[in-house]
Structure formats: C-alpha cells, structure tokens
C-alpha cells in the first residue's frame, strides 16, 4: 500500500526506517516481543495507559494488540482495565512440550530440505551471536538469538500453518524461559544449535531434526522441573 501517514492517526504509517509497516501492526509486534522474551512476566498485572505509555502509541493500536495477544492465549485480562501474561502450569507445560516436540523435528526437516550455503551462512551468524550473549551472560540477548535461530529455520522450513502453531507456542512458553533463565543461567545448557549446523553441513535432515527437538525440549524441561521443584515461582523477572 502507497500513500503517507498523517500525522496523529492510530492508523498511520511508520516512517522509511520501519518500511511503512502499519501503526497497528507496528505495536502489536513491539507488545508480542515484550511477552516473547520476557520483558513482562508471567502473572505481571499492567494497566492499559502503562502499555500507551510505554509503547508510545495511541489507545486504538493498543488496545487492538491486547486484544489479538489475548485471542492468541499470550494475554488474560484481569479488570479495572489490566492485563497480565497468564501463569503456566504444570499440565500447560506438559502440554506445551508434547506440542514442540512434534511441530519443531517436522519445521527442522523441512528447512534442512530446503537449505543453501546463504541459509546456512544466516544461521551460523547468528549463532554466533547467541554463543556471544552466552559468555556475556545476557540472558535477553540470549533468548531473542535463540529465537532468531528457530525463527530462520521456519523460514527455510515454508511452512506456514506450522510455523503459526509454533510461533503461539513460543509465546506462551517465552516468558517463563525467561524467568528461568534469568536465575539459573545459560552457562550449563547444551548447545545443540552446533549439532544442527553439522546436520545441515551434511545434508543430514534427520540428524537437524534429532538436534532442534533435543534443543526445544532442553528448555521446555528446565521450565517444567523448575516449576515442579517448588524452587520458583513465575512472578518476576531476574534481569
């Protein structure tokens, strides 16, 4: 779509820098990515006007990003106009590792199907990048490049539907990975991303899916047995 925004409308356009993504698009991703990597954690009430304001964005935009977020299971609303990221449970993550381990084999076959020297030169970089917030102990850095990772396998993969159910799932499970992270650390996980590179290298599709199911149910069990060891509970953030 051509044409340019006008100035004080919840339904303009951003500027060049953001390639004229719409406004209401623009703050439903910038709230989808403080629910993904933790910025708000599970069970953390925020009222609407605290999201206008730290979004810096109309009420119209906002409120239309809380309520496909809410649609997607990432939101609850908890009245007097708050909203909060739900609270996982024990049967929800359970349920949640069954899911991935399904979705994310099937995405890596697909994308080690599809794979070319740039895919894997894109995918290297950014693990890179990951391995560098690792040693920094960078625990935000850390899960958006874990994120960026499985987020070009899915592309590589060109599986939309799949891709969708996956998305969701990481954002019902990204917050409390972030709490979990946040206390425990990333030093000790392994990588499996490694594993991953080597398979693509190969042309190994089965040994790319072994490596990325290994990966996300790595995560999905610190969650799961940080919760059931009473050791946590899922109402802030460690930085």
Not at 35 to 48: D, K, M, N, R, S
Request: proline residues 3%.
């Amino acid at each position: 779509m051509t044409g340019t925004a006008k100035n004080g409308s919840d339904q303009g356009y951003a500027d060049e820098n953001t390639q004229r993504i719409p406004i209401h698009q623009k703050v439903y991703q910038e709230l989808r990515e403080l629910i993904l990597f933790g910025e708000l954690a599970p069970g953390q009430a925020v009222t609407i006007q605290g999201l206008i304001s730290q979004l810096n964005a109309g009420m119209t935009p906002v409120r239309e990003a809380i309520r496909r977020l809410t649609s997607e299971g990432a939101l609850e609303f908890q009245g007097n106009r708050r909203v909060s990221v739900p609270t996982p449970d024990s049967a929800s993550i359970e349920q949640m590792i069954y899911a991935r381990r399904a979705l994310e084999p099937e995405l890596a076959r697909r994308a080690a199907r599809n794979a070319t020297l740039a895919d894997l030169k894109s995918l290297t970089t950014i693990d890179n990048r990951l391995d560098q917030a690792i040693l920094q102990g960078d625990v935000g850095a850390y899960l958006r490049e874990n994120y960026a990772f499985h987020a070009e396998m899915y592309r590589m993969a060109d599986a939309p539907i799949l891709t969708e159910i996956a998305n969701g799932l990481w954002l019902r499970y990204g917050p409390s990975l972030r709490v979990v992270c946040g206390r425990m650390g990333t030093q000790n996980l392994v990588d499996h991303h490694k594993a991953a590179l080597k398979g693509l290298q190969n042309s190994d599709v089965d040994a790319v899916a072994k490596a990325i199911e290994e990966d996300v149910v790595q995560g999905m069990e610190q969650v799961y047995q940080a919760m059931n060891s009473g050791q946590f509970d899922f109402d802030q953030i460690d930085s």
